[in-house]
């Protein structure tokens, strides 16, 4: 029985994210598969561009208002709505009413988008009550927690807990859990002398682990974990954590080659 087919199946907007269209399309596939496996009817719905993140970030807050409310009318329609990105996720759930404030058409609509929009692993822990999954995947890894996902969403003990069912991988923690990989969106563009200071000591703790695999929720913090990593020459493989709960691991990791579109 398919999950569109469950009588009692949650109706899902997956918005994909402009990062995992562009450079990782498998995370979008492994995240569907994920929330079928969990009983939801999973829509990407047509027509989805950013989240207005890179705008909002840079002080542009009417490109940022335009493209905000494009989304919340594709995504009004859902019951759900799930991102595998704690960035793009916090920008909805947290800066779409501030972006609204004072206006009594939008604000509303702002809000009600926000509260039913989650992060992939919070979603799965707590709307959905998943403990665990059935993923097999031999590796010694380490976890970077994103800022936008432990700070803006306080997440930290769901990605952890959806990795310690997945059999056969065992985590190092990083010495400095809390530490920023230095891409920070547009900050990466815009000061590139110290976010390259900043991931130079995100990797060498990376290392330190004795890790093999570094995984994460946000695609912008691994593709530049991954750069920096391959450029020092290392051997730490690089995934996105949805890649690894549904067991998408003979795909290239992140910066290793093509994961198929």
């Known amino acids: 029985m398919s999950a569109a087919a469950l009588p009692n199946a949650k109706r899902v907007a997956l918005f994909v994210t402009c990062l995992v269209d562009v450079f990782r399309p498998s995370v979008g596939m492994a995240a569907v598969q994920l929330l079928e496996e969990a009983g939801c009817e999973v829509v990407v719905p047509p027509g989805q561009t950013c989240c207005g993140q890179p705008g909002y ?140 200071a900043i991931v130079e000591k995100k990797t060498a703790d990376v290392m330190g682990t004795g890790a093999d695999l570094l995984i994460s929720a946000d695609m912008g913090c691994l593709l530049n974990m991954a750069g920096k990593l391959k450029r020092e020459g290392s051997s730490v493989h690089v995934r996105h954590i949805a890649e690894v709960l549904a067991g998408m691991v003979d795909l290239p990791a992140i910066g290793e080659g093509s994961a198929p579109s």
């Open 57 to 196: 970030n840079s002080g542009d807050r009417p490109a940022a208002i335009a493209i905000a409310r494009r989304v919340i009318e594709m995504l009004e329609p859902f019951e759900w709505v799930v991102i595998p990105s704690g960035s793009c996720g916090g920008m909805i759930r947290k800066h779409y009413p501030e972006l609204f404030a004072g206006d009594a058409t939008w604000a509303p609509r702002a809000k009600a988008v926000a509260g039913k929009t989650y992060e992939l692993t919070a979603f799965l822990s707590h709307v959905l009550g998943v403990k665990s999954v059935a993923a097999h995947f031999p590796a010694h890894a380490t976890y970077h927690d994103s800022c936008s996902a432990l700070r803006e969403l306080g997440l930290r003990s769901e990605p952890r807990q959806l990795l310690r069912s997945v059999q056969g991988l065992t985590i190092t923690e990083l010495t400095e859990r809390d530490a920023c990989c230095g891409f920070g969106g547009t900050f990466a563009v815009k000061y590139p002398d110290i976010s390259n």
